[in-house]
């Protein structure tokens, strides 16, 4: 049997359904994934090395700067199939979640609930110094002009610097959203890993954690990641056009948007 329709079969079978989802989920919405040479206004940089709280102690301008270019890009982005393709599962009766390590907002957008994101927001913004949430009004959102750096905002209450409400390498996951993931991901029937390295830790142990609790693992990348195990089936190929095949073959009805192969 394909590994396609085996993965049909463990859907049709499965109630309870986790997507576990990478930046690869969001690639083909325009966003870079980790591993893509940066291009544009940031073509210089390494996005490693500003995605880190040493980067943003050493030079907090160009970190704020580059994360508002970021929160443009994806306010400017929109869902794709492999977004859209979730909710329709829950439409046709299955209850599906969401964990995600993407910062975008792109599975609420395509009308996901719940989402639990590991690795925080791009949409929100705490303070450097004191870890409060901030809001930011329209104007301290506008998006840097070619070249141009700005400042972070200030604390209000403590005069700290903003910084982004995401989670930088040697900071810890947000308490709340590791444990609704861990309770969502030990109850599932199934867990379908989506565009992930799977190489960040602790996000990436989630596989290893709903097969030990007995369920089944689709992963769904454009490389082989190579997980083989008996309760594992590899599916290769865009996050898109491979979610759409797999409701599909499960007889979930989907429309394929223009251009999106079925
Ligand atoms: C497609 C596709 C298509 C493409 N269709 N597929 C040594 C020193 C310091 C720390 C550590 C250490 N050893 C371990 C650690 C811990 C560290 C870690 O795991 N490091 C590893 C790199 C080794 N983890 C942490 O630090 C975490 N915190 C923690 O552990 O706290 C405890 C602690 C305290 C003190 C000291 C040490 C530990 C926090 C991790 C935070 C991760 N943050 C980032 C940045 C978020 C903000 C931002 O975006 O700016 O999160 S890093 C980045 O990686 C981002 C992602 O969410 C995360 C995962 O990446 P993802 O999603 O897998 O993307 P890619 O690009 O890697 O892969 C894309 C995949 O999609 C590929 O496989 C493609 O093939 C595929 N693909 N197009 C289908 N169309
Ligand atoms: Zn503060």
């Given at each position: 049997m394909s590994n396609l329709l085996r993965a049909a079969e463990a859907l049709r079978r499965s109630k309870t359904v986790v997507f576990f989802t990478g930046a690869g989920i969001s690639a083909d919405s325009g966003i870079p994934t980790f591993r893509d040479k940066l291009t544009?206004?940031?073509?210089?940089?390494?996005?490693q090395r500003l995605e880190t709280a040493d980067a943003f102690r050493a030079n907090p301008t160009l970190v704020w700067s580059w994360y508002l270019?970021?929160?443009?890009q994806v306010n400017q982005a929109k869902p794709n199939s492999a977004?859209?393709?979730?909710?329709r599962l829950a439409d046709a009766g299955w209850d599906v979640s969401v964990v995600t390590q993407n910062i975008d907002d792109l599975h609420e957008?395509?009308?996901s609930s719940p989402v639990v994101h590991l690795h925080g927001s791009l949409m929100d913004v705490k303070?450097?110094?004191?870890?409060?949430?901030?809001e930011l009004s329209?104007?301290?959102?506008?998006?840097p002009l070619e070249g141009q750096l700005i400042e972070p905002p200030r604390c209000t209450r403590c005069n700290g610097r903003l910084r982004p409400g995401v989670v930088w390498f040697r900071e810890n996951l947000p308490d709340n959203a590791w444990r609704s993931a861990v309770r969502l991901v030990r109850a599932c029937d199934l867990l379908v890993s989506v565009g992930t390295s799977g190489v960040v830790m602790p996000a990436a142990g989630i596989p290893d954690m709903a097969l030990a609790a007995g369920a089944t693992v689709i992963h769904v990348n454009l490389e082989d990641v190579g997980m083989d195990g008996a309760d594992e089936i590899m599916l290769v190929g865009p996050a898109g056009g491979v979610l759409l095949a797999l409701l599909?073959?499960?007889g979930v009805a989907v429309l394929s948007p223009?251009?999106?192969p079925t």
């Open positions: 544009g206004l940031w073509v210089k940089h390494d996005p270019w970021r929160r443009h977004h859209l393709s979730i909710p957008r395509a009308g303070c450097f110094g004191c870890h409060r949430p901030a329209p104007d301290q959102l506008a998006v599909q073959a499960a223009p251009g999106v």
